[in-house]
Nanobody, 130 residues
Framework: QLQLVESGGGLVQPGGSLRLSCATS????????IAWFRQAPGKEREGVSC????????RDSDSVKGRFTVSRDSGKKTAYLQMNSLKPEDTGVYYC???????????????????????WGRGTQVTVSS
């Protein structure tokens, strides 16, 4: 059974950093694109960053470019989101999601639509506040 479990969220002051982890099991990790989404209260789920199964391709949303870095470790079957220079508007529940893409042909779909991802974790809360 495919599982994704996020961890690493918490309360941090503006300008601070957090590192989120997405531990996976039950599937061939390298065959899946991993994406990070976030959802603030009253807002739609927003794509933040994603990384291809090979780790060679990355996409970041404009709102986090230069501040967030997505990565993955095949040996640990875990993806990460390093978040630096955090802002209050980064507050929300952060989810990791997986999309099967062994061929790489689905990479062109991008990582902004939650509907393109069928497998999700339960999320971890990130709060940026002084």
């Amino acid at each position: 059974q495919l599982q994704l479990v996020e961890s690493g969220g918490g309360l941090v002051q503006p300008g601070g950093s957090l590192r989120l982890s997405c531990a996976t099991s039950g599937f061939t990790f390298d065959y899946y694109t991993i994406a990070w989404f976030r959802q603030a209260p009253g807002k739609e789920r927003e794509g933040v960053s994603c990384i291809s199964g090979s780790g060679d391709s990355i996409r970041d949303s404009d709102s986090v470019k230069g501040r967030f870095t997505v990565s993955r470790d095949s040996g640990k079957k875990t993806a990460y989101l390093q978040m630096n220079s955090l802002k209050p508007e980064d507050t929300g529940v952060y989810y990791c999601a997986a999309r099967y893409d062994r061929s790489g042909r689905s990479w062109s779909l991008g990582c902004t639509s939650a509907a393109d991802f069928l497998s999700w974790g339960r999320g971890t809360q990130v709060t940026v506040s002084s």
